[in-house]
């Protein structure tokens, strides 16, 4: 399975230190190189810098494609994701941001965000979904709080 990530996903992950779960689901996993500058910038939190700077072997940093002029409104890790996930033929793409999703939607593609693959990873037994999300409340993870009390009331 051809699976890309945006930034997003894989910040909020290694924040609630459930990282682990994109290789038990996916076992590759591909992102641009705007995704892996945004996880090195300086400004960002240093777990997040110090872990892109030596990445796990199931993690793939690609060239994407140019981006196209209609992705021109997103920010340049999503746009990334979503040629790169288009270039490879990609299963699936994950990304959080409302309009990257419409967009990435839009062209054809597969599409999930870091609640889905909660809620994935839960049905597979690879994590307590009420201690995970506990734990994503406590960062700067923004949904509405309905749907967080949806997922919880309807477990997988």
């Known amino acids: 399975m051809r699976v890309v990530s945006d930034t997003s ?3 909020y992950l290694l924040l609630i230190e459930e990282i682990a779960v994109l290789p038990k689901l996916f076992e590759h ?6 995704v892996a500058a ?13 872990w892109i700077s030596a990445p796990p072997t199931w993690l793939e940093i690609r060239n994407a494609p140019p981006p196209l002029l209609e992705l021109g409104r997103l920010g ?7 040629t790169l996930a288009e270039a490879v033929n990609a299963d699936l793409v994950i990304l959080d941001e409302r309009k990257a999703r419409q967009a990435a939607a839009d062209r054809g593609l597969e599409v999930t965000g870091l ?18 999300l506990a734990r994503l ?11 967080f009390k949806r997922i919880l009331e309807n477990p997988p």
């Open 137 to 147: 409340r406590r960062t700067n993870f923004r949904v509405d709080p309905k749907l």
């Open 38 to 50: 945004e996880l090195s910038h300086p400004a960002a939190d240093k777990r997040l810098q110090e």
């Open 9 to 11: 996903p894989l910040c």
């Open 115 to 132: 609640l889905g693959l909660l809620v994935d990873a839960a049905a597979k037994e690879f994590i307590n979904l009420a201690d995970v």
């Open 29 to 34: 996993v591909l992102v641009p190189r705007a």
């Open 76 to 82: 340049p890790g999503e746009t990334e994701a979503i």
